[in-house]
């Protein structure tokens, strides 16, 4: 008797505690930001696209002396540069950049919302770490990138960000839909080159799991360089 009386008990609790579970979830749901629920390498290719974008925002000349790195916490996209006239230049012409960045980040999903330079990192590439695990190939170019056939994993990533586009696309402009159209293209060229990268035997992040030629030590993880630099030291 006492039994079925805590059974029931125990059954109530765990009805109550399951509603709970549920209702926090459709909540945690409806406030992440899709940028939050999308998969860490999602994430990463997006902004590897947008992030090759860079000359056309910066112009040949300044993107010479310039590269993307991360995005920061604050959804600062992070430059490195060559040099403090760069470093100036940029930094001067900001909002501009940021004018130009707009439909492009929305296109790829990825949210900027300011600009700032480094000086630290530019040069990073070049040190040589031996003791770290490495490929020296050099990539591929955009024909060879064709050739490659994308994997279910990549095709559902694609076919995510075409539809984040299309939902977009409602009240989008011509112009955008060009842009769109463009990063769209930018991105099926990470995903490929992924692969590429993968089956050449590019050691792989721990923390994104893209594909990359050296790997970085960073708190037990073996990760690539823009995780790198995006995790505060502590
Ligand atoms: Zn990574």
């Known amino acids: 008797m006492n039994d079925d009386l805590d059974a029931a008990k125990i059954e109530a609790k765990r009805q109550e505690m399951e509603r709970t579970l549920r209702r926090g979830l459709s909540k945690l749901d409806k406030i992440l930001p899709r940028v939050l629920r999308q998969s860490g390498l999602e994430r990463r290719l997006r902004e590897h696209a947008l992030f090759s974008l860079w000359p056309s925002v910066a112009g040949e000349v300044l993107a010479k002396r310039s590269r993307p790195l991360y995005v920061d916490l604050q959804s600062n996209i992070v430059i490195t540069v060559s040099d403090s006239a760069v470093a100036q230049e940029i930094t001067l012409a900001r909002m501009q950049f940021l004018q130009k960045l707009a439909p492009l980040s929305r296109a790829a999903g990825v949210e900027i919302r300011g600009l700032r330079v480094d000086l630290k990192h530019y040069h990073h590439k070049d040190e040589p770490q031996p003791e770290e695990e490495h490929v020296t190939l050099p990539d591929p170019d955009e024909e060879e990138l064709r050739t490659i056939q994308l994997g279910p994993e990549q095709a559902l990533m694609l076919q995510q960000l075409t539809q984040d586009l299309t939902e977009q696309g409602k009240e989008s402009d011509p112009r955008q839909e060009k842009i769109n159209k ?49 995790s505060p030291e502590k």
């Open 182 to 230: 463009r990063v769209l293209m930018t991105y099926e060229l990470q995903l490929r080159l992924g692969i590429w990268r993968k089956s050449r035997g590019f050691p792989v992040c721990q923390a994104c799991g893209f594909a990359v030629s050296r790997l970085h030590s960073r708190e037990q993880l073996k990760v690539c360089f823009n995780c790198y630099v995006q």
